[in-house]
């Protein structure tokens, strides 16, 4: 896995399922990856009210449920949807690349 | 503009998870004029999920559980918080309450949050010196001291208190006994076979599990204390938790004259018999519009957090029925409990195995309506379908037993047919 000006292999497009996450782990990131519409997206892996992975939690509507206390984002950009979530997700670029999802960790 | 300012003033009684998020959710409804935020306990408002489990297995002596407001959001929000301060009494003929040092804080709209308090043994030898309860940090505190490595305790209560500080004190390795007098765990609330497998997950940890056992008494006996058991065997330990239930704490409402039944009576808006006084969280009894208006009263994070926002905009005005699915989680080793409706409104059950030992139970009713879901096992597992499960819930949905049961099925699907 090469970093190239911040951008890095996170999966193979096809091994995330329609409307749905997957956790990606980096050096000692955690990451998730979202797949909606054929669109995919990359957030912080962590809710940011409590640690608890994203990526066990249920995509709906353009929307990440912490799969714990039902904190929710906006998958597109990152922001919390109200209590007990009042943080927003950071969020990265993503690009697909010959059948890869590429995310970009730089900044 | 007849009324005087104080009257239109809105006074939360109880600073938990319900009258915290209530007090927020007044501002973010863009109400601003006072705000009062009493609670009984010194500090800030905490969460206490975590009393049971990380405050129980954090490497040092936690100062403090993580805060649901801090200074600068009880500032911003302009919420006066009188910390450390008891209500005594309710005067509704003038709308207010009086306070411990004799002070009056005069309402328009009040809410009570008070929350319930952890239910005591009445058994020989049972002082508060010998077993420890726990409700509120400072008993974390206390009983985080007892769980040192070997140390030989009895929980009594294998509800979830009681098992998640059994499964936080074989974390510390402490060598745990716990005695249930009930035939299995989680009677109230938890289906059989999910109960059955939180059972073997203790066991595989080492847990004695003593089920149908009553106790007879506890005896002291220097640092030690013996547990004696109906049958006459003898536990020796060095410390004993009981988590044996919780009654909701309804003093101040009843001897103001509101209806009490199994807690502060509501209506489904969350207001008791006096249109100005509301109610919320574990102190709340409400009928619930999903389940035929059937009276409940849940002990659950969600269901307060829940409850006092709902109840602060019924307070503003709205008239919102609360019909929220019930849901709750408890975490136990590598384990996640969650259920979302009222299982036992089922009379069949239908199984979904999730794989990796994670096992979904889903509760239906006679004419095939979904009334509740229970799932164990990873979290990564049973999140998701549950979180579905209770869409399909609140949805009202007659899902067809056999998808239900087939794991290539995706709950998703269901929701969308």
């Known amino acids: ?107 | 503009m007849s009324e005087p300012a104080t009257l239109q003033a809105m006074v939360i009684v109880g600073a938990g998870e319900a009258g915290a998020r209530a007090a927020l959710t007044l501002r973010e409804q863009g109400w601003t004029g006072p705000v009062t935020l009493i609670g009984d306990e010194a500090g800030l408002p905490y969460e206490r999920p975590p009393l049971s489990k990380a405050v129980m297995v954090a490497e040092a002596d936690p100062t403090a559980a993580p805060f649901i407001l801090d200074e600068t959001r009880l500032l911003d929000a302009e919420i006066t918080h009188l910390a450390g301060c008891t209500v005594v009494s309710i005067d509704r003929a003038r709308h207010c309450v009086t306070l411990g040092d004799g002070r009056e804080v005069s309402y328009g709209k009040l809410l009570l949050a008070t929350g319930a308090t952890a239910r005591q043994l009445a058994l020989p030898g049972a002082s508060p010196e010998d077993v420890l309860y726990l409700r509120k940090f400072s008993n974390a505190l206390k009983m985080r001291s007892r769980l040192r490595p070997g140390a030989r305790l009895v929980v009594i209560g294998g509800g979830f208190i009681g098992l998640e500080i059994t499964a936080s004190a074989v974390e510390r390795k402490c060598s745990v006994t716990l005695v249930e007098m009930a035939p299995r765990l989680l009677m109230r609330g938890v289906p059989a076979p999910i109960a059955e497998l939180v059972a073997k997950r203790h066991e595989a940890a080492g847990v004695d599990l003593r089920l149908g056992a009553g106790i007879d008494r506890i005896e002291r006996n220097g640092a030690e204390h013996t547990v004696v058991l109906a049958d006459g065997s003898r536990i020796v330990c060095d410390g004993i938790i009981a988590g044996v239930g919780a009654i909701p704490e309804t003093t101040l409402a009843r001897d103001a004259g509101l209806a009490i039944e199994n807690g502060v009576r509501t209506d489904n808006r969350l207001r008791t018999s006096d249109p100005d006084i509301f109610a919320a969280g574990d102190c709340c009894s409400f009928p619930h519009p999903l389940y035929n208006d059937r009276l409940i009263r849940l002990e659950a994070w969600r269901n307060a957090q829940d409850q006092g926002a709902l109840a602060a905009r019924n307070m503003l005005g709205a008239d919102l029925a609360y019909d929220t699915v019930p849901w709750f989680w408890s975490d136990q080793y590598d384990q996640t409990l969650q259920i979302a409706g009222l299982p036992d409104e089922g009379r069949t059950s239908v199984n979904r195995d999730l794989g990796d030992g994670a096992q979904l139970y889903f509760h239906l009713a006679d004419d095939g309506r979904l009334m509740g879901a229970s799932g164990v096992g990873p979290i990564s597992k049973v999140a998701k379908n549950i979180r579905l499960a209770e869409m399909l819930i609140q949805r009202r949905s007659k899902p067809d037993a056999a998808a239900l049961a087939d794991a290539s099925v995706g709950l998703k699907s269901l929701l969308k047919n």
């Open chain 1, 1 to 107: 896995m090469s970093a190239d000006n911040g951008w890095i292999e996170a999966c193979d497009a096809d091994e995330i399922e329609e409307e749905d996450v997957m956790r990606f782990d980096h050096g000692t990131q955690t990451y998730a990856i979202y797949r909606i519409d054929d669109e995919y997206y990359a957030t912080d892996g962590l809710c940011t009210h409590e640690q608890v992975h994203l990526a066990d939690g249920l995509v709906m509507d353009n929307i990440i449920e912490c799969p714990k206390h039902n904190g929710r984002f906006d998958i597109r950009t990152g922001a919390a949807k109200g209590a007990p979530v009042c943080v927003n997700l950071k969020t990265y670029p993503v690009r697909v690349e010959d059948g890869k999802v590429l995310i970009n960790i730089a900044g």
